[in-house]
């Protein structure tokens, strides 16, 4: 078992089967030691996570929804690195979609879910740049996306 995997299974967590593209694109992209992870909707086991920030979710039901984006962008670099997600030397940025309407200003908080997921996973190498925005809508009415960047070794 991989060091990050051992760390996932410590914190409770199993990577699935990194998630099909929902569309016409790829799920990553390699360019040099860095991989460009496409957007990954919230998603879980139970299907997809969906709703408006502020109205329909809490903060706290958001934050849990970024966790689940977070969980897939790893799943997406393991892939990317055939396999081997100990290659992962650092992330390097994140981009989080909210759904969210006009009046919802707790985006950052959101998107701490995957953000603290990350530097629980991967300590000081999940330390991170990071954009957290409001969007007026996502594909299938998910609650978060996020895309990443890692640099792999």
């Not at 925005?133 to 996306?145: H, I, K, Q, Y």
Request: proline residues 5%; aromatic residues 6%.
């Amino acid at each position: 078992m991989s060091k990050i995997e051992a760390r996932l299974a410590e914190l409770g967590v199993t990577l699935p089967d990194a998630p099909a593209p929902a569309a016409n694109y790829v799920p990553w992209v390699i360019s040099g030691k860095q991989v460009f992870i496409s957007g990954q909707i919230s998603q879980n086991a139970g299907g997809m996570i969906k709703g408006k920030l502020g109205a329909d979710l809490s903060v706290e039901q958001g934050a849990e929804a970024a966790k689940a984006c977070a969980i897939s962008l790893l799943a997406q670099v393991k892939a990317a690195t055939g396999g081997e997600i100990d290659r992962v030397v650092r992330l390097v940025k994140l981009v989080g979609f909210v759904n969210s309407g006009p009046e919802f200003v707790d985006q950052p908080k959101v998107i701490n879910g995957a953000s603290d997921f990350m530097v629980a996973v991967l300590g000081d190498a999940g330390r991170h740049a990071r954009s957290a925005v409001s969007a007026a809508s996502l594909p299938f009415g998910v609650a978060v996306e996020i895309e990443a960047v890692f640099e792999i070794a």
